[in-house]
């Protein structure tokens, strides 16, 4: 008599973006995941196959996914996308780690381990595995040797009084090559993230088969000193709105864009201003961990680079808003 121990394991696969089954794809996330969309009344088409098959091609090239099947059914799977990161003059190849599920008849038998061993070992060994994982796959990560670079705290600030835009703010419905310079400046004094130029910028935030977001920038005497990406957001009978990238060459403009994000906080009717980010926004308070359902962390694959390595992290290098 055999058991289930000693049945053949089903083979993990890595499959470029291009040959993936993006509506079977969907379906898992939206079985393992949907509930909570549900729960805060976000809509299902959240986790549709058009923004699976919009996040797996950003401009750093397309995306991968592991997986584990078994008569045709996805029971665990792991995604990557590549992002160029940049701090100071350095530029790295980097791979965002996400949407990990397995299929709740799946859970217990190790498939995740697997899939994410094989993810991680599918990356070019010079450059960076990183994720921002959920409570039930963190230790997974830890496991597989992936190390805890960031505690990104939750900042926020109530929307009260009658705050005012500040002087040279000015919607983008654009970014271009000046944008490509801001970001090497802002780049400059950062930790390693993301690099958020145009074509990134376009990519994440104006091409969102989903969300809709609004872009801001700041400029003085014509010359352009920041970037303000927010999303207002409802759940659960509240209205909040997200910070999704603050970004600012000095600290007088920094200050300028969190009061350009409460003026539009009290224009779009939003309780509080929120964002999760390694940096305070100016003017706003820290959430205690106590109010918060889990640490937001970010895990990073070392390979060979000392637990010192600085990042930075915005909202917006989580994918989930």
Known sequence: MSDARSEVQPEVRVVPCGDLDIEKHAALQRRVFGHLLEENGID?????????????????????????????????????????????????????????????????????????????????????PFAFPNGQSRGAFDRHGYHAAVEVPLWFRPVIGA?????????????????????????????????????????????HPFFRYRCYELREGGALRGVLVLHRMEARGRVSLWVMELLAVDPAARRALAQAARWAGREEGCDVVLAMRRDRVPGSVRMPACFLPKTHVLMVDLRGDPPSTPWSVETGDWDTF
């Not at 584990?68 to 665990?76: K, M, N, P, Y």
């Not at 995604?79 to 965002?96: M, N, Q, T």
């Not at 004094?189 to 958020?196: D, I, M, N, Y």
């Open 44 to 128: 299902l088409d959240r986790l549709g196959p058009d923004v699976f098959a919009w996040k797996m091609r950003p401009p750093a090239g397309d995306g991968r996914v592991a997986m584990v099947e078994r008569d045709g059914a996805i029971l665990s799977t792991c995604s990557a996308y590549p992002v160029r990161l940049a701090s100071g003059e350095r530029r790295v190849g980097g791979w965002h780690l996400c949407d990990a599920a397995t299929a709740e008849e799946a859970r217990g038998q190790g498939l995740f381990h697997r899939v994410l061993a094989t993810l991680g070992a599918s990356v070019p060994a010079d450059e960076r």
């Open 163 to 207: 705050p005012r835009p500040p002087d040279g703010l000015t919607p983008v419905e654009r970014f271009d090559e000046e944008h490509d310079r801001f970001a090497d400046r802002v780049a400059a004094g950062a930790g390693l993230a993301p690099l958020k130029d145009a074509a990134y910028l376009t990519w994440r935030y104006l091409a």
